[in-house]
């Protein structure tokens, strides 16, 4: 949560690339899905070693590693959990989630059942225990019900001043191509605490735009830093080009945090080189930005195609670090 200590400018002269082994978490099990990664670096960390939350269709799982490249799966942390956002905070980790239905009711909501889905928050001292989950935020909003249910979901926590600031997205918009539904609006909460209080906005801060062309469908989500002359957003707008739906990351500016205006576009599907060419062609979705020393990586989960039974995600890096 702190300023990532690097004015606009200096952000925009940082020179990233793809790692050359993407993806570095690949999806497994019964799980056509790895994504939305929150990552902990060594300094925010009670022992020193990177920690990557995720989620899968099981859950939410914790990966370990000792470099931020390599990983390996510590533990499966919640069921019914989606979409995690963990920070450290004075020895104790606050792990914010969207937690959602069994994975009937889950199952239910894709042949025409109402979707319902909320903000939740559990909390640790070791990454073993973990607290009983409480509520965060409810659906209570009317912009975050459609015809479709109920859904808050992508928490991304980042403190202002003397209060605490939670972006997340709100809303569905069914994607005819993907047979799912992605978040439409982006909206925020803010707490003078970490552990509840959190009051909505009463208006989303980020919705569709038919007049924009990477935000036609539906807002997607975002996470928001902190720069030393400006706050930056790294949105996943959703948007159909050429009859198909994709979603791109693009680089938002404000003075404030809650009014963005579009910068350019930061991260975009593409083929890249190797046996693992296509894994990020049609849609790179969530991300986390995270400091370390002197670099600057990103990490996201991108997907192959919109097909529900060929498409695939996975988590891969966006970097300033020499690997290759």
């Known amino acids: 949560m702190k300023k990532l200590d690097l004015t606009l400018q200096q952000f925009l002269d940082k020179d990233f690339h793809l790692?050359?082994?993407?993806?570095?978490?690949?999806?497994f099990g019964v799980s056509p899905v790895?994504?939305?990664?929150?990552?902990?670096?060594?300094e925010n960390t009670h022992d020193g070693k990177w920690h990557l939350f995720c989620h899968g269709l099981l859950g939410v799982f914790l990966f370990t590693s000792d470099d931020g490249i390599h990983w390996t799966r510590t533990s499966h942390v919640l069921p019914r959990a989606m979409r995690p956002d963990c920070v450290y905070v004075d020895g104790t980790y606050y792990l914010y989630y969207e937690q959602t239905q069994s994975l009937f009711k889950k199952a239910i909501s894709l042949v025409g059942g109402k979707w319902f889905s909320e903000i939740y928050l559990t909390t640790s001292k070791d990454l073993i225990s973990w607290t009983t989950?409480?509520?965060i935020i409810k659906g209570n909003m009317p912009y975050m019900t459609s015809r479709l249910g109920t859904s808050v979901s992508n928490p991304h926590l980042i403190k202002v001043g003397d209060k605490y600031r939670l972006y997340f997205s709100a809303g569905l918009t069914y994607i005819t191509d993907c047979s799912f539904s992605e978040p439409t609006h982006i909206s925020y909460a803010e707490s003078d605490r970490l552990d509840g209080g959190f009051v909505p906005a009463t208006t989303p801060i980020i919705s569709p735009d038919k007049n924009n062309e990477y935000l036609n469908l539906c807002a997607g989500c975002i996470k928001v830093y902190e720069l030393n002359d400006c706050y930056i957003g790294l949105q996943n707008g959703i948007y159909k080009k050429g009859g198909k739906s994709h979603s791109t990351i693009m680089l938002l500016v404000s003075d404030d945090g809650i009014n963005f205006t579009h910068k350019k576009m930061f991260l975009a599907p593409t083929v890249t080189k190797g046996k693992n060419k296509n894994w990020m062609k049609q849609y790179v979705y969530a991300c986390n930005l995270v400091k370390c020393e002197d670099n600057l990586r990103l990490y996201f989960n991108a997907r192959n195609c919109a097909d529900n039974v060929r498409?695939?995600?996975h988590i891969g890096i966006y970097l300033t670090d020499n690997f290759d």
């Open 19 to 27: 790692y050359e082994d993407n993806p570095v978490i690949r999806c």
């Open 133 to 135: 989950p409480t509520p």
């Open 311 to 313: 498409g695939k995600e």
């Open 34 to 42: 790895i994504a939305d990664p929150s990552v902990l670096t060594p």
